[in-house]
């Protein structure tokens, strides 16, 4: 399937979703694999179900095992292996299920709700840090709006407030309105962000002039930023580029979120690359995460932090300063730690956000030893 000869803007976002990519015998249409490697497939999205939309499937090349979108988006026999050579794996590294408020509602950070709107997505990402419930039913999302609105309007120390999923953007339209209108009454809340990757996975559903006008009207009412997740330049296509602007003419800021994935954007080209034709598309680079210790994830997926470092240090040679305004982080149960680089063998991280009621570690610099292998540190 060639990605020019379909008009992707001019399709109905709801029905082309009906046609992805959700079984093995579909995937065989696109994908040459062998019995074995089927049968272990089978077992694979038994675990972790598939779904694979036509336009993310056309930017993969199907006679290139390595290309790096391919990566993404099918089941790999290696998530068989729930932990492996990088170490031991957790369904929650970033400890989401210890902040739990109920109906959806994570409070990890004083200033910051996260809202867990849906555990569906346009696509399941292989990578996905929460691979335990995507795609899955959980009763870990939102279920009553009001409750939730409540909740933040109590909570005054309660700065922005993040709709995340999952996708928010598979929710429709009537539900998104009545999800973010009454956030936008709330006097405390300085933005909103709705966490999506349908600018990279279903750029389709971005084409709707009805959601466009409701994000338009929302941000009128209150400041509304787009966090999403390109991970290679190959997704930065002219589909997701028309898509970005529609965004931004709606006045929305879109910040990247990209994880360092093996085989998929670990070199300093392909950070380089990808930082810089964010930049061109108009999206601000702003995190670079190192794949958490996630079960059935990280084995293949992880590399070790020194050579994450090494990209890193090079591909900013190459970056101007918008270009290497990303951090590189790890997202750990703690909080969050900048990676600042090496310094005589060891590692020299720096807290950037702190769990709730641990106020005195945000902005400490932790120093430790690290191994030429260790794909996480450890406190
Ligand atoms: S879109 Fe986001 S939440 Fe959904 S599977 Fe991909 S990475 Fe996970």
């Known amino acids: 399937m060639q990605s020019e000869t379909i008009n992707w803007a001019e399709l109905d976002w709801k029905e082309e979703l009906s046609n992805s990519i959700v079984s093995i015998d579909q995937l065989k249409e696109y994908i040459a694999m062998d019995e074995e490697e089927e049968k272990k497939l089978r ?86 840090f929460r691979k335990r419930m995507v795609g899955k039913p959980n009763n870990q999302t939102l279920k009553d709006f009001a409750a939730a609105t409540c909740y933040v309007a109590e909570h005054p120390e309660i ?32 933005f909103v962000r709705i966490g999506s990757r349908t600018p990279v996975t279903y750029p389709i559903r971005l084409f709707d002039d009805e959601l466009m006008d409701l994000l338009a009207e929302f ?8 966090p999403t997740h390109f991970n290679h330049a190959n997704e930065i296509t002219p589909t997701a580029t028309k898509a970005i602007k529609r965004l931004r003419h709606a006045g929305i800021t879109v910040n990247n979120q990209a994880v360092l994935l093996r085989g998929v ?53 190459w970056l101007d300063g ?13 909080g969050k730690l900048e990676i600042c ?16 009621g641990h106020s005195d570690q945000a902005s400490r610099v932790i120093i430790q030893d690290l191994d030429d292998k260790a794909g996480w540190v450890n406190f």
Do not use: W
């Open 43 to 128: 077992e694979v999205v038994k675990v972790h179900p598939m779904k694979i939309p036509r336009y993310y499937l056309s930017l993969v090349n199907p006679d290139d095992p390595h290309d790096p979108v391919r990566k993404m988006c099918l089941p790999d026999t290696n998530e068989l292996i729930v932990a492996g050579s990088m170490g031991e794996t957790t369904k929650d590294p970033y400890g989401d299920d210890k902040h739990d408020k109920g109906n959806g509602v994570l409070h990890k950070y004083d200033y910051t709700a996260l809202i867990v709107a849906t555990e569906f997505c346009a696509m399941y990402c292989r990578h996905c």
């Open 159 to 190: 700065r922005n407030v993040v709709i995340s999923g999952g996708d928010p953007m598979m929710l429709p339209n009537s539900v998104l309105r009545q999800m973010l209108m009454p956030l936008a009454e709330i006097d405390t809340l300085d």
């Open 219 to 226: 941000n009128e009412k209150k400041t509304l930023y787009f």
């Open 265 to 317: 954007n670990d070199s300093a080209e392909a950070i380089r690359d990808l930082m810089s034709n964010s930049l061109r598309i108009g999206v601000n680079p702003y995190y670079l995460y190192q794949c958490m210790p996630v079960a059935r994830v990280r084995h293949h997926f992880q590399i070790p932090l020194k050579q994450g470092i090494e990209i890193v240090d090079r591909a900013k040679q």
């Open 322 to 334: 918008y270009g290497k305004r990303f951090k590189f982080i790890i997202g750990h149960d703690i």
């Open 341 to 356: 680089g090496m310094s005589e063998g060891k590692i020299v991280l720096k807290q950037i956000h702190a769990r709730s």
